[in-house]
Structures are given as C-alpha cells and as structure tokens.
C-alpha cells in the first residue's frame, strides 16, 4: 500500500513540479548532469566522471525492490541530461518519472553479453514489488561479479564520452584503471576461496548467483522467494532438507532485511544437529550517504565487496 501510494503520490508530482528550480535537487556548476539510479551504478559512475560532470545517486538507504518516490526525486529525474539504471527488470520504473524530460536513459546492465548473464530463479517469474520480472529472464543483480561490473564500467565510460566528448579519454582512462580495480578484486576473491572444502551457500533473497559464479561458490536456495517476502514455514522446512543434502555451512545474510527467517532456520538446523554460521554478504542494493554529502561514497562498492569476500571465506570450511 505504501509503494502504491507513494507512485499515486509522483504522477501528482509530475504536474507541479516545474514550479520548483532545478537548483533545488542539482548545483549550477555549469557540468552536464549525470543522474544513477542506486549505489553500485553511482560508483562506477562517480569513478570514471571523476570531477568532469555532476553525478547524483537517487536512492541510497532505499533499494530498487522497495522503491518508494519523493518530491526531489521526481526533480532530479527531470532535469538530468543522462539517466544511467541498471535495467534487467530492476530499476525501470524510473521512466515512470520523466515527465518531458528529454535525458538519455541507458540500461548499463543490457550491454553485458548474454552468455555472462544470469537466468532468473524459480519461482520469481512474476510482476511484484513494481518490477517486472518474468521467468526465464534475466538476473538483474549483475553488478555482484567483477566480469560483469567491468563490462557495466565500459559501457558507463563510453555513455559519458558521448554527451561531454571534450574529456572522453578521461574518462576512458579511468574506466581503465577501474577496470584493473575490479580484475585485482576478483583474483583476491579466488584466492581467498581457492581452498575452501564446503562451497555451497544459502543466500536471504536471490542476489548472489553473479557473485558465486565469480569465485567458485553455489547459491543453493534462497530464504526469500521473492525479494522483501519472507519465507513461510513450508520453505524453511524444504530449506532445513536443501542444507543437510548440500552440507551448507553458511547462511549468508543481508543488512536490508530482517535476520530473523535466517535465525529461525539456524535454529531449526541446530536441532538437527546441524551447525551452521550467517554471514552477512552485502549485496549493495543501499548505501550510506558520505560525510555531509547526499551520494555515498565512491569507494563504498570496493570497500563492501571486499568485506563480503573476506567475512564469507572466514566462515566457510
């Protein structure tokens, strides 16, 4: 109801929002204005633009799945001139917002070749939470595998040359140098899991399939059936089966959603005498904004992943 509301809330917004400036939402600094949909595409974007155009993030401590809009949003939106998603069925509402505006909006995730693409799981082949996600589709959370975030970077590096072609070989470079950032990224995760005598993992919803892909591991159930619902009885007892038949050690958990259908397994598991640890993987759907500054900071994806990396191989076996 509060999603419904809140879209009910925009398309009333859209018809009053010109009479606010668009010095409200975007600094006059003269810079094209480069507008992301949420923290993973605001890095690789903020990394590559450097200090050559203005880039905002539109969500931080809200995610894609739960989107709800706010007055500014609809603003920024409007008077961006490139819009960068995701796309993949997870952040095109954003259209939605547009109004006359007649920024660009390129789905970066749709330029990664197919064969390093993701099917949608089992069971999330439906319209929900305002996402369209139909079975047999793609798994949108692409910017989980370094090879994937890496494509995603040239294809951000390529759209910024296009609407500011003076300082496209900046940005080409540091696409460039990014792109080395995420090679050394995933070559410490191999490593770290090179050893490792259990691979298999239980994942909150389902986000880490690119993730797993990258460094050897096996999401081999999801607590969420959907993302943001959360499991009945019914699958968590066929998921105390899936950890015992796949000798699971590890039930990752993600700080966007509650712990508790994870603790319950846990416990459920414990009785059993099966003795699992959670993990919490981040999948980066939100962030925090940086110091006195409404965008997270750049860094932030690098700095996560590496800690997802870390904390997932101290506990696995």
Known sequence: MRQILGWSLLFSLLTFSGCRKA??????????RVLVSFPPLYCFTKNVAGEDLEVRCLLTAQGPHDFTPRPND???VQKADLILINGLGLDEWITKMMGKSKATVIEVAESIPSDQLKAMAEGDGQKHEGHDHKHGEHDPHVWLGPP??????????????????????????RAEVYGKELEKLLEHGKAAFKHKKSRNIIATHDSLQYFADAFGLKVVGNIQPRAGIEADAKKLTGLV??????????????????????????????KLGVTVELVEIDPLETAPAADNKAEPDPMYYMKRMYDNIDNLAKALP
């Open 74 to 76: 609809v603003l920024m």
């Open 23 to 32: 010095a409200d939402v975007w600094p006059d600094t003269g810079k094209k």
């Open 241 to 270: 089966k899936i950890c015992k038949d796949h000798e699971v050690n590890v039930i990752a958990v993600e700080p966007q959603y509650s712990k508790g259908p994870a603790e319950a397994l846990k416990s459920q598991l414990g």
């Open 148 to 173: 994937q975030a890496k494509a995603m970077v040239a294809t951000i590096a390529a759209k910024l040359g296009a609407i500011d072609p003076k300082n496209k070989k900046n940005y080409e470079e």
